[in-house]
């Protein structure tokens, strides 16, 4: 991070000065103070004059955020136009965009804050401890299943949907592996079990389907629910 300007309680210009100047440059720029919002596009939305926080990106990408939640309660996706003004002594913010045509329009009574950060970021997201590590784990290691299991294909469709893994057991009965990366409760059993329902009605009527929900836990009641419907259980973590 190259250089960083702040301003508290400044006045429209002075706010303005510094926004122009960081827009022009590729900085990112917040802003904090009360302010109304009003979008013009796919729909439209207004809030009201409140306390907020705008996030101005060098990509285009425009979020409002209030105190609550972790989502912006109005944003512009990158690629989008910022201008800064004054109109009638209040700093006035659009972040506008014409395929499809969109405006966001920010309106601040009183700016609290103001800063431009010149940054960079030049590193990718990893994740990891997701459901497909976990799937690349099982298909590296079917053992971790049951000793037998043999993975035929992955995101096989069925009327209910695509089952993760779809393979057989040591004995040659069609086995379906619904995986979760984290602790789960009824719906995933119920999930699971649309999908064996879904295959014992494609495959042949004798064809018994096994239905196995692999995850790090299950609920009480989602056991309860396995042990009714005839399904089972498989604790694994993803790596």
């Known amino acids: 991070m190259t250089a960083v300007e702040t301003l508290t309680y400044p006045d429209p210009a002075d706010a303005l000065d510094l ?15 009360t302010c109304t919002v009003e979008y013009e596009g796919r729909a439209a939305s207004s809030l009201g004059l409140g306390d907020r926080h705008v996030m101005l990106k060098p990509d285009g990408a425009a979020l409002v955020h209030t105190d609550e939640g972790q989502q912006p309660v109005n944003w512009q996706p990158p690629g989008c136009e910022h201008s800064v003004s004054v109109d009638d002594g209040s700093l006035v913010v659009r972040s506008t965009r014409s395929s499809p045509e969109e405006s966001l329009e920010v309106v601040f009574e009183m700016v609290a804050h103001a800063a431009a950060f ?7 997201l990893a994740l990891t401890g997701t459901e497909a ?9 079917p053992a971790l299943v049951e000793s037998g299991f043999t993975p035929l294909a992955t995101e096989r469709e069925t009327p209910a ?3 993760d893994i779809y393979g057989e057991d040591a004995e040659g009965r069609t086995t379906v592996l619904e995986l979760k990366r984290r602790r789960v409760g009824p719906d995933a059993v119920g999930q ?5 329902d879904a295959l014992k009605r494609d495959l042949h009527a004798e064809t018994e389907v096994r239905g196995i929900l692999v995850a790090p836990s299950v609920t009480d009641r989602a056991r309860q629910l396995l042990a ?11 790596p």
């Not at 926004?19 to 103070?33: E, K, M, P």
């Not at 590590?133 to 290691?141: F, G, N, S, T, V």
């Not at 009714?228 to 993803?238: D, R």
């Open 133 to 141: 590590d976990l799937k690349d784990r099982i298909l590296d290691e």
């Open 228 to 238: 009714e419907k005839g399904l089972e259980f498989v604790s694994l973590e993803p």
């Open 161 to 163: 949907g695509a089952v």
């Open 19 to 33: 926004a122009s100047r960081a827009t022009d440059r590729d900085a990112l720029v917040t802003l904090v103070g």
């Open 118 to 124: 010149d940054v960079t970021d030049s590193k990718d």
């Open 192 to 196: 699971l079990g649309r999908y064996v």
